[in-house]
């Protein structure tokens, strides 16, 4: 069964610590997304990667960075983690399209991370 | 991208009824569309998903329908059974994808026995 995989299910942390989450995919897929989902926000997109140490800024990156040093894991880092960032992080892959495959996303099942 | 939305935030329904879930698109050039649910404590899982050449698409007791003259698309769930109950959301994406996917903010589905 094809999956991706968050490291974690839940986190504490403490305001300031450095902060990593990770995301393997096994799909072999070209694009990773961390997204962030708040209630009455939705999914907002953090950074994403088209590919092997390519990132670019999705809408809300500030205060995080990434890294994708293998094809089949995304890592969203929080630098100086702060209480506006408890919240429910969702990793995501998808193919580049056709022929390779459709454009949708397979999820991890979520990291909900509290700061305190 | 521009943006996706639901009409409702909330959508009650009795079990063994069938659950209608409505998406508003604002992207005219918008050429594919997923249907995904989310359970409590869960990442989002495809459902169903619908190109634009298309107007209808069946899954197991799933439909989606797109109108693409309105920039409207539906998720019909047949007979809802209690699993059901969850946070749908729709996304689409322009052709060529380099923009991802846009995600609408959900409904959620509450089922009552």
């Known amino acids: 069964d094809v999956k991706v995989t968050q490291s974690s299910r839940y986190l504490v942390k403490r305001t300031g610590e450095k902060v990593f989450l990770e995301c393997v995919q096994d799909?072999?897929?070209?694009?990773m997304f961390w997204y962030r989902q708040d209630p009455g926000l939705g999914l907002r997109l953090i950074y994403f990667?088209?590919?092997?140490?390519?990132?670019e800024k999705g809408d809300i990156p500030e205060g995080y960075s990434v890294s994708r040093e293998k094809k089949e894991r995304f890592s969203l880092i929080l630098e100086s983690a702060s209480t506006n960032q408890t919240s429910m992080y969702l990793c995501?892959?998808?193919?580049?399209?056709?022929?390779?495959?459709?454009?949708?996303?397979?999820f991890g099942s979520g990291t909900r991370l509290t700061v305190v | 991208g521009e943006s996706v939305g639901l009409h409702l935030p909330t959508l009650s329904v009795q079990e063994g009824d069938n659950s209608i879930i409505n998406c508003a698109y604002s992207?005219?050039?918008?050429?594919?569309f997923i249907w995904y649910k989310q359970e409590s404590g869960k990442g989002p899982q495809f459902i169903i998903d619908?190109?634009?050449?298309?107007d209808k698409r069946q899954g197991q007791r799933v439909t989606v329908l797109l109108n693409k003259t309105v920039k409207h698309l539906s998720l019909q769930i047949a007979a809802t059974q209690p699993g059901d109950s969850a946070v749908y959301f729709c996304?689409?994406?322009?052709?060529?994808?380099?923009?991802?996917?846009?995600f609408g903010k959900g409904t959620h589905l509450i089922i009552q026995p």
């Open positions: 995501a892959s998808s193919f580049t399209g056709p022929p390779r495959g459709n454009y949708g996303y397979t």
């Open positions: 799909m072999d897929h070209e694009n």
């Open positions: 990667s088209y590919d092997v140490k390519m990132k």
């Open positions: 996304a689409e994406i322009e052709g060529g994808g380099a923009d991802g996917l846009t």
């Open positions: 619908i190109r634009s050449n298309m």
């Open positions: 992207n005219s050039a918008s050429d594919y």
